[in-house]
């Protein structure tokens, strides 16, 4: 197995705040840490984990300990759980429940919390935890019910389509409509991992009685990750609620405090040239309200503010006494938005530091405010793993055409990939002819547009715009050479179409896209303790793991 490093400017779709949050140095670092007190690449955060009163870890592990049995927990995990019990600190990540534990990221993040578990203990001498936080309280149906698996020639999506027509907590939709498309689902995506034992374990958390989206991905992370004992947790339950109160309760009556701090940290956030990854309005709150609909059914509506001070959730208009009396007897109707979930998630565990992709990193960002005005800190967030697998068949293709990941992400398409393959693959005569042609013209263009220039501005500009079109057409006589190498030579297309399919689907990172599963399936359990190996902190970049 081999490793390598690569920038995370180099990959496609981040942002610039990510980006210096991940690779900033001197000046931007010191930007940065107005919005991300702890050194995300050092182990300060290992000693400063908050530490509960006994009573509260004593509800925290009975609760715990009944849903971890539940989802099939091992030795390892209970023992975690008592661990909790003791004193011991969590390292937290989590993701919205998705179809057969959804892309490769999830993965990834249940890997580095982890060995960030394993390093804080070492660093500290206090016992961390991993612990993997279900957000089954989310409502995007279309996201969750979708899984992502390369065939020999296309991206192939897989989906229950169980429909919502309202928007539902997804946790609690049952996977099995009694139409038969769940067996037929398994069937097939049984096939596409040819099955492997991976695939008995979807059938057989699937296909048990009463399966929802939450409990069959619960108990599918809880074996995947058995050995190292993840915890995972649905804090969706009225036990986790009433540990989580506070935090609620603050968020109802500093509400106007909450927004007022936000958009001011919206405001420096955009001023300071990065984004607001959560779009603050006036009004808005930082909860979604929980309540049957004529049907009986379970549905999440967010609550905004009036002028006047009530609270509105779709039609239904309350007060903020009746909201309070909500969260008094039932909190578990009152559900944290984006910017709360954190702080709710560690008003709930002893959390020494969170593991999160991109997006979640932007969160903290806004959610920092969020933090000191409720629990008076702010929890460190860590950059989980981001890694491409290279199966040896692709990693094999890739060095016979002495590609880098990183030519693979310039290139973009598979189109552009086989032209520059067919640019390589050129006789060396043909290769020098165009080089020598190319090297002539911008020597001379460059040459007779100082001259012009000399003479005249005007002429000069003219030169310029002359000279761009013979360096284009230029670029094009290469385009067509290389493209006819391509025409002549069929393999680089097909090669071309592999990599692409395999390395970069659908023009995303393939950790975003593809399945989990579908890695779990040719490589075994052993792939979980290599991404965790491989989670540690020498790459603050995206790794390049060949398989």
């Avoid at 003791?86 to 919390?113: E, H, I, N, R, Y």
Wanted: aromatic content about 6%; overall charge negative; some cysteine.
């Amino acid at each position: 197995m081999q490793a390598e490093c690569i920038p995370i400017s180099a990959l496609p779709g981040t942002t610039k705040l990510f980006r210096d949050f991940a690779e900033g140095s001197g000046e931007t670092t010191r930007v940065l840490r107005r919005w991300y007190p702890q050194d995300p690449f050092g182990m300060e955060w290992a000693k400063n984990a908050p530490v509960q009163g006994a009573e509260h870890r004593e509800k925290l592990a009975n609760a715990l300990r009944e849903q971890v049995t539940a989802f099939g927990g091992g030795e390892a995990a209970l023992a975690n759980v008592e661990k909790l019990r003791s004193g011991a600190a969590a390292v937290v990540t989590g993701q919205q429940v998705v179809l057969f534990g959804g892309p490769l990221l999830t993965l990834l993040k249940a890997a580095t919390a982890v060995r960030k578990a394993q390093d804080a203990t070492a660093a500290s001498g206090r016992e961390h935890v991993p612990v993997f936080w279900l957000a089954t309280e989310d409502h995007d149906l279309a996201e969750a019910d979708q899984a992502m698996f390369a065939t020999k020639q296309a991206i192939e999506t897989i989906q229950l389509e169980l429909g919502a027509d309202q928007p539902r907590p997804v946790g609690e939709i049952a996977v099995d409509d009694g139409s038969g498309a769940l067996k037929a689902t398994l069937e097939h995506t049984s096939e596409l991992l040819e099955w492997a034992p991976v695939a008995d374990w979807l059938r057989e958390f699937y296909e048990a009685p009463n399966a929802t989206l939450a409990s069959a991905f619960g108990k599918l992370l809880t074996r995947l990750f058995a050995k190292q004992g993840l915890v995972v947790m649905d804090a969706s339950s009225r036990e986790f609620h009433l540990l989580g109160a506070p935090v609620l309760r603050k968020a109802i009556e500093q509400a106007e405090e909450l927004e007022t701090a936000l958009l001011a940290r919206s405001a420096e956030l955009v001023s300071a040239g990065y984004h607001a990854q959560v779009n603050v309005e006036a009004g808005m709150s930082l909860l979604f309200l929980i309540s049957a609909n004529e049907s009986g059914v379970q549905v999440r509506q967010s609550l905004r503010r009036s002028a006047d001070g009530e609270w509105k959730a779709g039609a239904k208009t309350l007060t903020t006494a009746e909201l309070l009396a909500i969260l008094n007897s039932e909190p578990d109707r009152l559900s944290p938005n984006a910017l709360l979930r954190a702080v709710f998630q560690d008003e709930i565990l002893p959390t020494a530091a969170y593991v999160g992709g991109p997006a979640e990193v932007a969160y903290f960002a806004q959610s920092a405010v969020v933090y000191e005005k409720i629990l008076g800190r702010v929890t460190p967030v860590l950059p989980r793993l981001s890694a491409t697998l290279l199966e040896p068949a692709i990693a094999q293709v890739m060095a016979s055409h002495e590609l880098s990941l990183q030519q693979v992400l310039e290139a973009k398409t598979a189109e552009e990939l086989a032209v520059r393959l067919g640019a390589r693959a050129m006789p060396i005569e043909g290769k020098r002819k165009i080089a020598a042609v190319g090297n002539a013209m911008d020597a001379e263009l460059a040459a007779l547009t100082d001259y012009m220039t000399a003479m005249s501005a005007d002429l000069g500009r003219a030169a310029k715009v002359s000279g761009s079109k013979m360096l284009y057409q230029m670029n094009r006589l290469r385009r067509m050479a290389a493209a006819f190498e391509v025409q002549k030579e069929a393999s680089l297309k097909k090669h071309a179409a592999t990599i692409m399919l395999n390395v970069l689907p659908e023009g995303h990172l393939q950790e975003r896209v593809l399945a989990g599963v579908s890695f779990v399936a040719r490589h075994g359990e052993g792939l979980m303790e290599l991404l965790v190996e491989q989670a540690g902190q020498e790459c603050p970049g995206h790794k390049v793991i060949q398989l």
